[in-house]
């Protein structure tokens, strides 16, 4: 029988990047939340020992660069498997959109493999495998909500964040994640939110200070950069918190009901801006 898993998108609903470290990532301070919007991968048994990835989304790599399939590779590998398997990745989060779908696509491989070989749940090795292949693949495994250091590998769960509807916007081109951290100036590291009143608000459930405490340091080279998320912003946060979601382009807006956030989504649309309403999710559980 095939088996599969949903991979859920995140956002950030704080990202403050520190200091720059000696193996070149920055210390980062996140607080990652997963969202309902999902690709879906199915896995079946294969005749040989191979592992073959498939997908629906023509512009994305099925080769040894794409996470999932290194994903399942390194399992295989450390679980030494001698069984092969068939992937199948129906693509619904888009590409290069600050919203961790490849880590997502990662993260579900590693869960589904582990039922689809009937492997024992090993959780400081998923880790491990997790860590290697990305700094939000230890967080896309179980996702809900949780606060990260480090490059964004140390994981503190938080508690379940209040349900927000959330209006995604894309404003159609990628952003190169590199060039967006380059672009840092002196000055952005002093723009920052305050992350231990977002660890308050999100432990009291408030929604109105989770609100008022959105920060991203990524988002002052970004709009440097490409001015065009800067504009979507400001269109996005007339009447709603907004926020560009990891190193953009995608921009997020929250709303506490789903009224207002249709109303946001229809007249991005009309627009012409690609757009996505989804919800707040909370974690995974790993079914093995």
Known sequence: ????EKAFAKINLLLFVKHKRPDGYHELETVYQSIALHDTLVFYTADDEQVSLSCDCPGLSVGED???????????KYYEVRQGARIVLKKRIPLAAGLAGGSSDAAAALRGLLRLWKLPCEDGLLQEIAAALGSDVPFCLQGGTAFAT???EKLTRLRDCPTFFVVLANPGFAVSTAEVYRSLRTDDFKKTGNTKRMLAALQKGNRQEIADCLCNTLEYPAFRLYPAIGELKK????????LMSGSGPTVFALYPDRE????????????????????TKR????EV
């Open 1 to 4: 029988m095939p088996v599969s």
């Open 66 to 76: 794409n996470l999932a399939l290194q994903a399942a590779l390194m399992l295989k």
């Open 150 to 152: 480090g490059r964004g």
């Open 235 to 242: 269109k996005m946060a007339v009447n709603a918190p907004a």
């Open 260 to 279: 207002k956030a249709v109303r946001l989504a229809d007249s991005l649309k009309k627009e012409g801006i690609a757009v996505w309403l989804t919800q």
């Open 283 to 286: 974690p995974v559980t790993l």
